[in-house]
């Protein structure tokens, strides 16, 4: 069945998977990002394959453009059915170096916007009695990482999130889980300061299954969730991760 989806972060990275995954099977979706051009791109493959996309300029920490891009979705493809709250920032610093403009910055996009976007899809799941919502959380939340305190803090606020929204509407037809990837290749793991992270190449291999994980990876276990098929899993952390975090 084909029903409305919105990725945050749709424009790279584990969003992008996600994004792609939804329109192979059939969904219509809606790309959240704060690179309109990339978002535009993506949009444009995506139909140029046969698929429905839309593009939104959307960053997740401005309320007021959360507002318009659900707003946009509604009235371009309809009631929003599915949400993946994939967009996020991180950073390297040590407790003594976070100032509170940086704690606020990791703060509001990562767990902020998480709860913005799932508070304005909420009301549309609720009318309907169905909905899938799935949050992108981080394997650090569970186990800790040096110099990321404030991105740990902000990934475990998603983890407890998706929890009480689980209970909150189980009764409503709706689920919500996590998935808290560990090692994934993507540009924002490419791109990490090489004095705290040696490397996708180099850490790759020492994951249990022997590679760093894929956005197809975490775009697969999203299909499941999302899908008819994952209607009796609701508040859970789906550890998408190679074994690197058991």
Request: hydrophobic fraction near 45%.
């Amino acid at each position: 069945m084909s029903r409305v989806a919105v990725v945050t972060g749709g424009a790279s990275g584990i969003g992008l998977g996600v994004a792609k995954r939804f329109a192979t099977d059939g969904h219509r979706v809606a790309i959240f990002d704060r690179n309109a051009l990339a978002a535009k791109a993506v949009a444009e493959e995506i139909t140029a394959a046969g698929g429905t996309a839309i593009a939104a300029d959307v960053d997740v920490a401005d309320w007021t453009s959360v507002d318009a891009g659900f707003a946009r979705v509604r009235a371009e493809l309809g009631p929003v059915e599915i949400l993946v709250t994939s967009a996020g920032v991180e950073s390297f610093d040590k407790l003594a170096d976070i100032t509170p403009e940086i704690w606020n910055r990791i703060i509001s996009v990562n767990l902020t916007g998480t709860f913005t976007c799932v508070q304005n899809a909420v009301p549309d799941m609720v009318a309907a009695g169905w909905g899938r919502i799935v949050t992108i959380s981080s394997s650090s939340a569970q186990s800790g990482a040096p110099s990321m305190t404030h991105y740990a803090a902000s990934k475990g606020g998603v983890i407890g999130l998706t929890k009480a929204l689980a209970v909150e509407f189980a009764r409503s037809g709706i689920t919500v889980n996590t998935i808290p990837p560990s090692l994934v290749d993507t540009p924002m793991a490419r791109h990490a300061p090489p004095e705290h992270f040696p490397g996708v190449d180099i850490v790759g291999p020492m994951v249990p299954l022997g590679r760093a994980g894929t956005p197809d990876d975490i775009a697969g276990a999203c299909s499941f969730l999302c899908s008819d098929d994952g209607s009796y899993i609701t508040g859970q952390v789906i550890g998408v991760n190679g074994g690197m975090y058991i």
